[in-house]
């Protein structure tokens, strides 16, 4: 078992036995051939640009889907027709013990991974030999959301061996999108744990504070009551106008505004238990009290939520859940006259996207933006804001996906609106020109789908009212 201490979640190392088994079971479906061996590679060690310092090791996600390792440089196979598994080790120098500390045995790298053989990395080429492999299949496949291509196996001497690099990647990816029972409860542990910190912040926030304070105390208490020594994705910790910046927090604007007596604050940060991972986003006013106009703009995201939570269930399709956040954020708009007009034409002009210029949600799994989202030939729909969703499939029983409306005064795209008389026509100039300063809200839950409808992982107060009294004190 796995686990970070008595307070915290004990993961059963045989969800990759079952994994696996997943794996093995879809590729036998798609008809590879007799006697295929699949060969994953883990990440590797390295060092932080041109120095000695060695950054904290995260395993490389489908090497951990399938093996469960935390050390870098191994090698992981499984014989598909059996379906046993074996893992090869660096052969570590004797000194190694004196600085990282003792030298695990083979026999000991079995016992704790719990996998049918283990051999030194050296030896791969001779251990695939005497399998006598009809293939190897190896992982190659780009991100969808990253552009970028996963690391195949290499070793000396793979070049005579037969390889299928076509076969593993949209199998294994496909195994990652629906949730077993096991994985499940790590997600639910470590949206629990989040859950927690998101509300220690609206208890904790006071203005006059630093964003990079409630970072620190998000990660204190994700740390220290949950275990968890990692987070998802740098942390989002945006007051004031930095509401309406994205992807706030980079190392260009490291969260370091002072914060102010009424600005909203959009908090987006998630805690990483076992490599698997939750993306919470709440937003709440710096003195505990909404203004009416922060109201209008908070419930604009708050019932687009609500009602694409309502929505879900398997069959639906993600687009279609994207399409009806923008309604009701504009809806909304309209009731309180910062849009006007035929909604309809509105949807058609895409004003949506100017007050909601990402996607409505992604996958969530291993990594934030887990994989799966356009499986095969499937296209972006081109247009403002959709065009940015990081999935477009239909929703089915077992994935965990984000729902993160939001309604954002941006100003880049609010002028740019005001000088489009396509778009302008929908817009009362007055009254954008007086929510400006508001901001951004983004409500970000992270939800399972059931064979009925939904399970929402996240547990923080939503409602305006909710939120005022959690940070009044009340439970």
């Known amino acids: 078992t796995y686990s970070m201490g008595q307070q915290t979640a004990t993961v059963v190392r045989s969800l990759h036995a079952l994994n696996r088994q997943r794996l093995n079971g879809r590729l036998k479906k798609r008809g590879v051939k007799n006697g295929a061996i699949v060969l994953l590679q883990g990440g590797k060690s390295i060092m932080r640009h041109n120095t000695d310092h060695e950054p904290l090791f995260r395993q490389e996600s489908y090497f951990h889907w399938t093996f469960g390792v935390c ?124 859950s927690q910190g998101h509300i220690q912040l609206m208890r904790s926030v006071r203005p006059g504070m630093k964003e990079y304070e409630l970072e620190s105390i998000f990660l204190n208490h994700c740390y220290s009551r949950g275990g968890c020594r990692y987070v998802a994705y740098s942390g989002i910790v945006a007051s004031g106008s930095n509401s309406a910046v994205l992807h706030y927090g980079h190392a260009a604007v490291p969260n370091n505004k002072t914060i102010d007596d009424g600005d909203l604050c959009l908090v987006d940060m998630g805690a990483e238990y076992y490599c698997y991972t939750s993306d919470i986003t709440c937003t709440f006013p710096s003195n505990g009290k909404f203004t009416e106009d922060q109201k209008i703009i908070y419930n604009a995201a708050l019932k687009a939520n609500n009602a694409v939570e309502a929505a879900m269930k398997p069959g639906v399709q993600w687009t279609d859940m994207h399409r009806l956040a923008e309604r009701c954020i504009l809806e909304h708009l309209k009731e309180h006259d910062i849009v006007r007009g035929n909604l309809n034409d509105m949807i058609a002009a895409h004003v949506g996207a100017i007050f909601m210029p990402h996607g409505l949600g992604h996958f969530l799994g291993i990594d934030t933006h887990d994989v799966g989202g356009y499986p095969g030939d499937t296209k972006r729909i081109d247009e403002p804001g959709i065009r940015n969703l990081r999935a477009n499939r239909e929703l089915q029983e077992g994935m965990v996906i984000t729902v993160e409306p939001g309604c954002y005064l941006i100003n880049i795209l609010l002028d740019k609106a005001l000088n489009d008389p396509n778009q302008a026509q929908f817009l009362n100039k007055d009254r954008v020109e007086q929510l400006r300063n508001i901001g951004g809200v983004r409500i970000e839950d992270n939800v399972y789908v059931t064979a009925t409808g939904v399970e929402v992982l996240t547990k923080v107060p939503r409602t305006v009212e909710e939120i005022e009294a959690v940070m009044a004190g009340k439970d």
């Not at 499984?78 to 600085?99: G, H, R």
Request: net charge negative; proline share 4%.
């Open 71 to 194: 050390e870098p440089d191994y090698y992981g196979a499984i014989d598909v027709d059996n379906n046993t598994s074996i893992l090869f080790c660096p052969k570590l120098p004797a000194e190694y013990a004196v600085w990282m500390g003792e030298i695990l045995s083979t026999e000991q790298i079995k016992n704790k991974y719990d996998v049918d053989e283990v051999h030194y990395t050296e030896e791969i080429k001779q251990v695939l030999q005497a399998k006598k492999p009809s293939t190897l299949l190896l992982l190659k496949g780009k991100n969808t959301d990253s552009g970028l291509h996963t690391i195949e196996a290499d070793f000396d001497g793979i070049d005579s061996f037969e390889t299928d690099r076509t076969s593993l990647h949209p199998e294994i990816s496909e195994c990652r999108v629906t949730k077993s029972h096991q994985e499940l409860d790590i997600m639910r542990y470590v949206n629990g744990i989040s």
